[in-house]
């Protein structure tokens, strides 16, 4: 009887640890947020967790014997950073977790939502007050000097607000103008964007395909700051040509 009652109590404890059968790319035991707990949960995920993971050494393992392989290392590590910061770890459901890792992946948008009835989102579904604002920043610009044959620097600043829509507070109007070399300018004239999980979407319907910029508020190095998204540059061609770009652009909240 003892040993009966050794066994039945060896197996409930088991019962109770959190053990995890899905594989994932870091250690499932020790997952401590919400987006952890659901990757390791997930089979789906757990291998979409791999795939990001393998492709992301991949990446540094090619570039280890090019030339400025030190650069290219460091800028993969930090796009890296900032896209579990700004657009996996901003995630508050399975789906939205599946789109960032496939896109990931796969280097193409997958579309957003399309809420049927967005006046009646929840509370848990709207973006968060501080989703909404002003965000700058300054930085110094290489202006070419026609005279000297060299670039000088001037001081710019990159500027974009999200403003409010009265009873709409899944939507917003976006206001920005960015700078680039030469002064060259991109300016988002009170375009419409439309809330979706975890970031503000702006569509581009100008050509015959939808562009999409993204726009991801979220905490990064401890600040509040937001990172434009535009998947394979599309939404930029449409907008800016080739004078500039929005992908990967970080901008401080005011």
Request: with cysteine.
């Given at each position: 009887m003892k040993k009966l009652l050794l066994v039945s109590v060896f197996f409930s404890s088991c019962y109770l640890l959190p053990v995890y059968a899905n594989a994932a790319s870091f250690d499932c035991n020790k997952a401590a947020t919400w987006v952890e707990k659901t990757i390791c949960k997930n089979n789906e995920l757990s291998e979409l967790d791999e795939a990001m993971a393998k492709k992301y050494s991949k990446s540094l393992n090619d570039i280890a014997n090019e030339e400025d392989a030190d650069i290219y290392r460091k800028n993969l590590i930090i796009d890296?950073?900032?896209?579990?910061?700004?657009?996996?770890?901003?995630?508050k459901d399975i789906e939205c977790l599946v789109r960032e890792y496939k896109e990931y992946l796969d280097e193409r948008s997958y579309?957003?939502?399309?809420?049927s009835y967005p006046d009646?989102?929840?509370?848990?579904?709207l973006p968060k007050q501080s989703s909404f604002g002003s965000f700058s920043y300054t930085f110094?610009?290489?202006?070419?000097?026609?005279?000297?044959g060299k670039f000088d620097e001037q001081i710019a600043t990159n500027t974009l607000s999200i403003n409010e829509v009265d009873n709409k507070p899944y939507l917003s109007v976006i206001d920005s103008t960015l700078f680039f070399t030469n002064l060259h300018s991109c300016v988002i004239e009170e375009s419409l964007a439309t809330w979706s999980q975890n970031h503000w979407t702006i569509s581009d319907n100008r050509s015959d395909s939808t562009t999409e910029l993204r726009l991801y508020p979220g905490t990064y190095k401890g600040?509040?700051?937001?990172?434009?998204?535009d998947t394979g540059d599309q939404f930029r061609?449409?907008?800016?040509?080739?004078?500039?770009?929005?992908?990967?652009?970080?901008?401080n909240r005011e």
């Open positions: 890296q950073k900032l896209w579990l910061s700004f657009q996996r770890n901003t995630c579309y957003d939502i399309t809420w009646e989102l929840s509370t848990s579904d110094d610009l290489p202006i070419y000097n026609s005279d000297t600040k509040f700051q937001l990172l434009l998204k061609q449409e907008r800016c040509g080739v004078r500039g770009y929005f992908d990967g652009i970080l901008l």
